[in-house]
């Protein structure tokens, strides 16, 4: 062997080695544990958990959103917390306790920013994303001069945020383009108690659903001046409203093709929407009160899961013919779905069963069981390229 062969080869060991421990995160996923305020981080390829970060708080309300390059997920902690999580290394880069009870959050579309939503002090408070610093404030008081909770929080195009006012009855779209003065446009009057919010896939139309009566206001962000309009008024109107066990969430709703399926409060159905018109054009009767509506990626199906009693089953629900065509019954108290990036398989947390079903989402059968402790939701990292997650 030449001297010259030696060399070559010393030089090339390094980055034989650092082969060795590379990999990429768009496989990655958390998975929020609630009782023990600890994430799992799974790999969606092998079908396994790969890791375990502890000490993340209260998680019973817990959520994720992910940084552009998908190595860092933000949990927001239902106590405040707000904790930044190394998916390769599986610890907390930073974690702090930036109020007294939390509803969630989201990033900017630059990644720039975390906005958090607070039930107490209220608000919308904002942080360096980078360092979890404090940058803005948004204190969340109302027409009638009262603090209310916030909810419903969003990203839009733009540096944007839009949450609502659950007190108030208001809808705040908030431009962050200079964070130190942020824009704000109030949109008063939209309706009782709006509780979830959400934005269809390409950051156009702010929906908020209303608890305190039957309806949904909706906001089109590409007109200008914006203004706040009902849709869906009196959904429920003829029929008696059921007790509501488990509030059904905007979070992760059906867009699919020119409509949304959206879970009706009180009801045991989901209602089409006409993404065009915002107005209704169907409704599917399902097993019990929906509490998610997922999409499969491709549009073809829904997922529904249900409030309890009736939280052992997931009904699939065929979008051309607003049929349910499969009913699932996975176990107990199955609180989450998500799917993975192509859509290939959906996991579903059973949560009263500790585990984390794998169903082949054309199929529906059961592909993998991963032991988990009180699963709630599961956050797969592609949601960092998606407007509104």
Not at 29 to 34: A, C, Q
Not at 166 to 183: C, K, M, S
Not at 344 to 351: D, I, K, L, Q
């Amino acid at each position: 062997m030449t001297l010259r062969l030696v060399l070559t080869l010393l030089l090339m060991m390094p980055a034989f080695a650092r082969a060795d421990g590379l990999r990429g995160t768009g496989n990655l996923g958390l998975v929020i544990e609630r009782a023990t305020g600890s994430a799992l981080i799974v790999d969606t390829g092998e079908r396994k958990a790969i890791g375990r970060v502890e000490g993340l708080g209260d998680l019973s309300h817990a959520s994720a959103v992910f940084s552009p390059d998908q190595r860092y997920a933000y949990v927001f902690g239902r106590d405040g917390g707000l904790s930044k999580v190394d998916l390769l290394t599986a610890t907390i880069a930073r974690r702090i306790v930036q109020a007294g009870n939390s509803i969630g959050g989201a990033i900017s579309d630059d990644g720039a920013l975390i906005a958090v939503s607070n039930y107490e002090p209220g608000g919308v408070r904002v942080f360096d994303a980078r360092t979890l610093d404090p940058i803005a404030s948004i204190p969340a008081v109302g027409a009638d001069g009262r603090t209310s909770k916030t909810i419903g929080l969003v990203d839009l195009p733009g540096r944007r945020f839009a949450w609502a006012l659950y007190d108030a009855g208001e809808i705040w779209i908030a431009d962050l383009t200079n964070v130190e003065v942020p824009a704000v446009t109030r949109l008063t009057d939209v309706g009782k108690l709006p509780y979830d919010g959400n934005v269809t896939p390409d950051g156009r139309h702010y929906l908020a659903g209303l608890f305190g009566e039957d309806g949904v206001v909706h906001v089109d962000t590409w007109q200008q001046p914006l203004k706040a309009e009902r849709i869906l008024d009196g959904y429920g109107r003829g029929e008696q409203q059921l007790p509501v066990y488990k509030m059904p969430h905007l979070e992760g709703w059906a867009a699919v093709g020119d409509k949304l399926l959206l879970p009706a409060v009180g009801h045991h159905e989901l209602i089409a929407v006409d993404l065009r018109k915002f107005t209704e054009v169907g409704r599917v009767a399902t097993h019990g009160q929906p509490v998610f509506a997922v999409a499969r990626p491709d549009g073809r199906h829904v997922w529904v899961n249900f409030a309890h009693p009736l939280n052992d089953t997931i009904e699939v629900v065929d979008t051309e013919s607003l049929e349910v065509i499969h009913r699932l019954t996975p176990g107990p108290a199955v609180l989450h779905m998500e799917f993975t990036p192509r859509g290939n398989e959906v996991w579903v947390s059973v949560r009263d069963a500790d585990r984390i079903d794998v169903y082949d989402a054309a199929s529906f059968a059961k592909k993998a069981e991963i032991p988990a402790q009180k699963p709630s939701g599961i956050f797969f990292t592609a949601r960092a390229t998606r407007i509104g997650q």
